[in-house]
Nanobody, 123 residues
Framework: VQLQACGGGLVQAWGSLRLSCTAPGLPFRIYSMGWFRQAPGKEREFVGAISRSGSRTLYGDSVKGRFTISRDNANYWVRLQMNSLKPEDTAVYYC?????????????????WGQGTQVTVSS
């Protein structure tokens, strides 16, 4: 199973971007979905996650209040709405699927990953 993330790009500070992730071939409704990011020279960082039903979300401290995760199980996508972007948000963003179904922060708990999409925020 290969997740497909898209929507990255170049944006100015305080701008917005929306990332999307689809999962062809995945029984989407039973997986919680997470977003992670990795900047050059840094470890992979938890951004946020959403439960299988969409009723629960969890966010990393650095993005709380600025980023929002949503999902549409009928159309098999999960989205990351990113507002008030900062240069330190620059990274490759990855979506991931977790069979447990509840949002978790540990990337090692996730079963499937997408290829990543680059987000660059200029100052």
């Amino acid at each position: 199973v290969q997740l497909q993330a898209c929507g990255g790009g170049l944006v100015q500070a305080w701008g917005s971007l929306r990332l999307s992730c689809t999962a062809p071939g995945l029984p989407f409704r039973i997986y919680s979905m997470g977003w992670f990011r990795q900047a050059p020279g840094k470890e992979r960082e938890f951004v946020g996650a959403i439960s299988r039903s969409g009723s629960r979300t969890l966010y990393g401290d650095s993005v709380k209040g600025r980023f929002t995760i949503s999902r549409d199980n009928a159309n098999y996508w999960v989205r990351l709405q990113m507002n008030s972007l900062k240069p330190e948000d620059t990274a490759v963003y990855y979506c991931a699927a977790d069979r447990l179904g509840s949002p978790r922060k540990d990337p090692n708990e996730y079963d499937y990953w997408g290829q990543g999409t680059q987000v660059t925020v200029s100052s």
